[in-house]
């Protein structure tokens, strides 16, 4: 089963009198038969079958409702309500599913929250885009491009997408856009899928995992190590960061207070010194204290790729000196909010040093999350590591199901 068929593919259980109906169709009616029904019996039968359904539609009525815990809350005084409702939880826990805590969120929870300005926004075009037409001709597909665009899921993609709707619809023969909505979500999907590999695991060794990090400045790629770093350790693993922007002050100084807040080591190296110097103190560290996870945050200059690729270069020769089969993950910080620019930035920095996966920052606060179609169409890159908000926990593994769901449930 795909991804679409998973996310968004259910179907809806057969009505009883469908049932019925078919059942007696397959029946041998035929007077030769000793097990043939009379007239009488069949109208018995679906008389029984549809009383059955009235019983359990009643049933389920007074299933899902809770008068005994109304009438609790009225007759208890408010400071003991909370205890008296757990307490009537406990005691009906057959009846009624246990309330989750308000305070935490499931994964899909955060994805949804996240993806909220992005969903609304795409929706919101989406729905306006099909209230404007009521046919399907050339204009129709010009203006369904140009609303991708806009909506950050890059000229390739929506190029692509709009491409594959011209052949749907002449297939289909569809003359309605009704009828190319579901079409339209399904090929987005399918564009992310990509035959089912999404390569979104992150290599973990089973002794020490080197994580390289980069990026530009201000997409929040320190904030995301000192993150990881709290994710980590609250997972029983030995962490250790590496401050190897030495050309910053102030990102060493981030990075120290991270480690300062989370309690977990920070290798820095005197002001300006040779950021492949302090990776390889920290290297030489990791190794004698038996680290797990290494995190290595390193500078941002696009602005001189030369001496950008140069220093990542000597990075990853040090690193290999050490350990000769790292870094493990090679992964490239982007800040979603920045759209189209964001794209930019991943194709730059896939000239300057290999990339296994992208670190996708400030998800919660932009409209523009269609990007990561983007990046994955034009470069292949995975995106790995998701961050939800502010909060010291939210960041995650990305994955894909949960984000399409995220990005695209309610448009369908």
Known sequence: MGLFDRLFGKKEEPKIEEVVKEALENLDLSEDTETALTEAEVESFEETVLEEEEIQDTVEVNYDSEPVVEVQQEEVPEEENTELLETVEENNSEVLEPERPQAEETVQEKYDR????????????????????????????????????????GVQVASNLTEELRYEAKLENAKKPDALRRVIIEKLVELYEKGGNYDERIHFQDGLTVMLFVGVNGV???????????????????VMLVAADTFRAGAVAQLAEWGRRVD?????????????????????????????????????????????????????????????????ETFLALDASTGQNALVQAKEFSKITPLTGIVLTKIDGTARGGVVLAIREELNIPVKLIGFGEKIDDIGEFNSENFMKGLLEGLI
């Open 114 to 153: 996240s993806l909220k300005k992005t969903r609304t926004g795409f929706g919101a075009r989406l729905n306006a885009f099909f209230a404007n037409f009521r046919s399907v001709d050339e204009e129709f597909f010009e203006e369904l491009e140009e609303l991708l665009i806009m909506s950050d899921v």
């Open 220 to 238: 929040g790629k320190t904030t995301s190590i000192g993150k990881l770093a709290h994710r980590y350790k609250q997972a029983g693993k030995k």
């Open 264 to 328: 977990v080591p920070v290798v820095t190296g005197p002001e300006k010194a040779d950021p492949a110097s302090v990776v390889f103190d920290g290297m030489e560290r990791a190794v004698a204290e038996g680290i797990d996870i290494l995190m290595i945050d390193t500078a941002g200059r696009l602005q001189n790729k030369d001496n950008l690729m140069a220093e990542l270069e000597k990075i990853g020769r040090i690193i290999k000196r050490v350990v000769p089969e790292a870094p493990h």
